[in-house]
Every structure is written in structure tokens, then in C-alpha cells.
């Protein structure tokens, strides 16, 4: 396609092309293909001999050994704290569940499925008892969502901008499918009494992590996951079985599942009082905030993908809401000044990370990009100054303002305040 | 039109048969004893409900915070490599917020549970229940909140009323309960 054609698809200011640039390019692309000869002598080392043999696991390529988690753990731990993904190398909307961030409160538990139960009690008829086993017989419902730890973006808070990258930045977000059984089913088994409003689910971490779930989302759409894409939970998201609450605040999704207490009233657990709660300015705080905001992230060009030279570019991210699906995306180069409808990779599902892209011919100025999402409750993610209204100073969960990377003219992109 | 009036009552069968029928699931919930629950198992709710019988005080306390606190929260809570544990107070919405038990914590019952499920540290489990009602009366005594001889056990803990307590709200969830 030649530049002046390109130009017919301005779709805003500072070179945002059509969303539907790249697909209408490909069809040209088709002709033009090669076939050039190969002689024996030209081969590379690795078609001159058969490759190595089958295994019973695959691994990533060695040459892309740099992509991985960022773990960082409280000072004389090793398994308190977090590992992030690193989303600036990572395409789609699954995570692969080997980079899937994780958090934990006392390092990861190695459970044996065998001795592990599932104890279902406090205001219901039945108490019961699950194995894992038993619970991979029900019938299991998957879908492909997102969780996201409600810490996740928090440098965001900083007065200025911290220098690092959108894994660094923005890495307690994941997609995966998560297959497992209704947590309503088990319920009904039970049998809720009357005065049963909330559900303490907790851990079998040496933490015993818990926290208070109210019994309306538990009827709504929570699962005992017991398969993350695929196979079943890795030991650091679960392993044997971890709650899932799709669109909610990471913490609740309570890994190593070992009990459900049904109750009147939340526990106030340590987690859900002093620390996942959103502190205002006037000195108040909220509790069970748990719902996931809009938002979006380009997460390529960003920190460290850096633009070589002046040139077509596609601009990738995802998008994601805790109230159900992403409606539509947009996309700025000019600081806000213009904006673009980014093209949606497929039709969004509710509570999924949706990949978007635009294309972009970046003319070598210094630019600023932006993401703004809006989902299908009529929700459009807020600026950093909206999210920052009314917060009392290290208020630092449920950040989901828009991001801005700025390109400067020799093609670094760094984190910026707009 | 016939074809649609087939379907339509092959729907209507399938939920009269499945609202007749006991079992939509495997049921393999095999019943819980009591014996099963270990006392770690039962939330400890504001109320006092789930909290054990046992009892400890803050001069108790002390020197079991020295022995298996201190490594991390500090002196008297203070100045450790982890969580400070006392003072802060008035700092919530200035500009360095020092979040405390007697600066933020909400519930006194919430410090008894947190402490017996998960600390100490590298020895969850390792204190007994007079032991951790005994750290939990000592580090309430360093927010000034008990006085250093007060018997905190399952009937004092829940009236302990937190300082910071009124400044906590949340949203109502009873709409839509129930399947």
C-alpha cells in the first residue's frame, strides 16, 4: 500500500490510521510473496541435521528466555509478595499460565491433592467435605477472564512518574480460561440457611489467607477453578483448587482453597480491613470495593519497545472491566487531542481481557500515546486526575486511569503524566 | 409449526423431569464432622463468634512479642523491617499515612485472628490460643487502646472498640441473594 493511500485512512491526528488499516493491507501483501531458491550449502546449522527429539513438556525457545516474571519478595521472604507478567512481550488474551502473575501472603504451599479437603460449612443444612477428585465430576463451566490484583498500576499514585516498564507498572493483570465447578452448585448441595448472606472462604497457605465474599456473587458467577488453561491450577495460582470470582479484586480469588464458612456477616478479615481497603481524603475508608474498574493499556510501543525508526507501527494493548465487556477502545497519539476507535482482535467476552490494536505511521516527533476503554455499562476508563480525586495520599488500589507513553523523537517511550 | 410446538414441550419435559429428579450434581459432598474442623477452620466474626476460650494480658504479652515479634515489627511496634504495629495516629489522610492497628485497624478481633492464622512469620500455628490473646492484648496496649493489665479473652475482645473504627463504610450487597 503506498503512502498516499495510507494517508486516505487518517483516522486522527499524528498519523493514527483506520482501525481497520491492517486488514485491508493484508489482502495486497498476498501477491508479493518470494520463492527463492535454497542450495544444500546455504542451509542454516539447524535444517542440516533432524532437530532434537519429542518431550513429554515443552519449554519456551532459549532465545526467549527473556521473557519472564518480575518476582519481588518482602525483605526476608521469599514467597511474600509478587511476580508480575511481563505483558510488554506477551500477545492475545491468554497469559500462558507459566507467566500468569501471582501474589502470595506466605509463599507457595506444595499440596497433595489427596490429603487436601474442601470443608463447606457455618449456616447451612449439610455440612460437607470435597476432594479434589470428587469435585473434577461435576459438571465444569470455562471461561476466558481476567483477574487482576486490586494493587495492580499503584505506582500510578506517585506524584511523579516512576520510570519503568508496563510489566513493571501494570503486571498484576492475566488473562486465562479457568475451568471448574459453580460454587452455587456446591451451595445448593449444602443447603444455605435463611440467615446466610456472606461466605469466609480461606487458604491452605501457612498464611491461611481469608476473606468474606457476599453470597450474592457467589450466585452470580463464582467457580472452585480447578484448570487453568487446560491443565489443571499450577501450585502457585492454587493448586489443588482456588476460588474464582471473574471481574473481582485478585484477593478474593482465595488460592489453595480449603474452606467455605457460610455467615451473617464479613469476617473483617487482616486482608479485606487493613489492607484492600480504599482510603479517601476525608479519612474514610471503604470496604469491599471489590469490583475491578474499566480499563486499558498499550502494552507495545511501551518501556523498553523502544521505536527503531520512523515508520508503520502497530500500536497492541488490552482492555478489560470487571462489570462484563469491553465495548470499545480508543486510541490517541496526540496526548488526547484526537482520539481513534482501535480495532477489537474479537467479539469481547464479559470479564476477558479484549486485545486491541491501531495502526499507526509514526513520522518521527515526539508523540504521546494513549488507551481509553469503555465497557458495556456505559463506563469509559478516567483520566489519572479523575482517578486521583478525593484519594487520601498511598491510597494506592483500584487505579485504572488512562496510561500515557510518551515517544520522544529518537523513539524511547517512557511513562508520562497527561 | 408443529416442529416448534415438539420443541417447545420437549423444553417444558426437561425442566418438569429435572425439577422432579434429586440430583443435578454428582453429590459428592461426603458429610462434615465436627471433629473434622480444626479451630484455625472457623472465621472469628466482630461479634466474638468462633474466637476460643483462653485469656492473656499485655504484661503476658510483652515478653512473647520480644521473643517472636520484635525480629520484624520492631521495638514496641515500631521501626521494624515489616508492618509498624502501633502509633500513626491522625496520619490516615495526611500526607504520610502510617497505618497501625490504632491508626486504621477497624476491629480488635480482626488482630486475634491474623495472629493466630498466620504469625509468626516462618511459625504459623506455633503459639497457643492464651499466647496469642496475650500478644493481641500487649499490642493493643501499645496503641493505648487496653491497659496493660486488662484480661483480654473471648468476652472482653469483641467490646474492644478500635479508634479509628467510625471511619470505615461499605455497600450494602442483600439485593439479589439467593439463587
Redesign the interface.
Known amino acids: 500500500m503506498s503512502k498516499q493511500q495510507t494517508d486516505s485512512m487518517a483516522a486522527a491526528d499524528n498519523g493514527l490510521l483506520h482501525r481497520r488499516f491492517f486488514l485491508k493491507a493484508g489482502a495486497l501483501a498476498g501477491t508479493a510473496l518470494l520463492t527463492a531458491q535454497s542450495s544444500a550449502e546455504n542451509r542454516p546449522t539447524w535444517m542440516k541435521a533432524p532437530g532434537k527429539g519429542m518431550s513429554e513438556a515443552g519449554v519456551p525457545s532459549r532465545y526467549e528466555n527473556h521473557v519472564k516474571r518480575l518476582p519481588v519478595s518482602r525483605p526476608g521472604t521469599t514467597g511474600s509478595g509478587a511476580s508480575r507478567s511481563p505483558l510488554e512481550h506477551l500477545e492475545g488474551i491468554i497469559t500462558p499460565s507459566r507467566l500468569h502473575f501471582e501474589r502470595h501472603h506466605s509463599g507457595i504451599p506444595e499440596i497433595d491433592p489427596e490429603q487436601h479437603r474442601l470443608a463447606v460449612f457455618g449456616e447451612v443444612q449439610r455440612p460437607l467435605s470435597f476432594s479434589a477428585a470428587g469435585l473434577c465430576r461435576y459438571p465444569l463451566v470455562s471461561s476466558i477472564q481476567f483477574l487482576e490484583c486490586s494493587g495492580n498500576s499503584g505506582a500510578l499514585i506517585a506524584p511523579s512518574p516512576v520510570d519503568a516498564s508496563c510489566s513493571v507498572l501494570h503486571g498484576l493483570v492475566s488473562g486465562s480460561e479457568w475451568s471448574g465447578v459453580p460454587l452455587a452448585l456446591l451451595l445448593e448441595e449444602a443447603g444455605v440457611k435463611p440467615s446466610g448472606k456472606w461466605l469466609i472462604a480461606s487458604g491452605a497457605d501457612a498464611a491461611g489467607m481469608s476473606r468474606s465474599i457476599p453470597l450474592s456473587k457467589i450466585y452470580d458467577d463464582a467457580i472452585v477453578a480447578l484448570y487453568q488453561n487446560g491443565e489443571r491450577l499450577r501450585p502457585g495460582n492454587g493448586y489443588p483448587m482456588r476460588l474464582f470470582l471473574p471481574g473481582w479484586e485478585g484477593n478474593a480469588s482465595v488460592k489453595w482453597l480449603k474452606t467455605l464458612q457460610v455467615t451473617d456477616q464479613p469476617a473483617m478479615t487482616k486482608d479485606e480491613t487493613s489492607k484492600y481497603s480504599d482510603r479517601g481524603e476525608d479519612g474514610r475508608a471503604e470496604l469491599f470495593t471489590f469490583e475491578m474498574g474499566v480499563k486499558s493499556l498499550i502494552t507495545s510501543p511501551s518501556p523498553g519497545l523502544d521505536l527503531a525508526a520512523k515508520g508503520l507501527y502497530q500500536i497492541s494493548g488490552i482492555a478489560w472491566s470487571g462489570a462484563g465487556r469491553i465495548k470499545r477502545v480508543e486510541v490517541s497519539t496526540d496526548a488526547g487531542r484526537t482520539w481513534a476507535e482501535a480495532h477489537l482482535d474479537a467479539e469481547p467476552m464479559p470479564k476477558s481481557l479484549s486485545r486491541f490494536r491501531a495502526a499507526w505511521r509514526w513520522q518521527g516527533a515526539p508523540a504521546v500515546l494513549l488507551s481509553r476503554a469503555t465497557d458495556e455499562a456505559g463506563q469509559v476508563q478516567p483520566t489519572r486526575a479523575v482517578v486521583m480525586q478525593g484519594r487520601a495520599p498511598g491510597s494506592f488500589y483500584h487505579y485504572n486511569g488512562i496510561q500515557a507513553w510518551q515517544v520522544d523523537a529518537s523513539g524511547a517511550v517512557r511513562n508520562v503524566y497527561v | 409449526m408443529y416442529k416448534r410446538i415438539f420443541v417447545i414441550s420437549l423444553i417444558g419435559l426437561f425442566f418438569i423431569g429435572s425439577a422432579g429428579m434429586a440430583a ?9 464432622l465436627e471433629s ?2 480444626t479451630p ?8 466474638g463468634q468462633g474466637l476460643p476460650r483462653g485469656s492473656g494480658s499485655a504484661v503476658l504479652g510483652k515478653p512473647l512479642y520480644a521473643v517472636h515479634c520484635v525480629s ?1 515489627h520492631g521495638v514496641a511496634g515500631k521501626n521494624g ?2 508492618d509498624q504495629l502501633a502509633g500513626g495516629v491522625g496520619s ?6 502510617v ?1 497501625t492497628l490504632g491508626s ?4 480488635a ?2 488482630v486475634f ?2 495472629v493466630r ?2 504469625m509468626p ?1 516462618h511459625f ?1 500455628g506455633s503459639l497457643s490460643d492464651d499466647q496469642v490473646y496475650a500478644i493481641t492484648a500487649y499490642l493493643l496496649f501499645l496503641n493505648g487502646i487496653v491497659d496493660e493489665s486488662m484480661v483480654v479473652n473471648e468476652s472482653s475482645l469483641p467490646l474492644v472498640k478500635m479508634p479509628n473504627k467510625e ?5 450494602s ?7
Not at chain 2, 92 to 97: K, L, T, Y
Not at chain 2, 167 to 171: R, S
Request: glycine letters at 6%.
Open positions: 443435578t450434581t454428582p453429590e459428592l459432598g461426603r458429610t462434615l473434622e474442623l484455625l477452620d472457623t472465621a472469628i466474626l466482630p461479634n520484624c523491617l515489616h490516615i489522610s495526611g500526607p504520610q499515612p497505618m486504621y485497624w477497624p476491629y478481633t480482626t485472628d491474623y492464622r498466620a512469620y504459623p471511619n470505615f463504610f461499605w455497600q450487597f442483600d439485593q439479589d441473594m439467593g439463587p
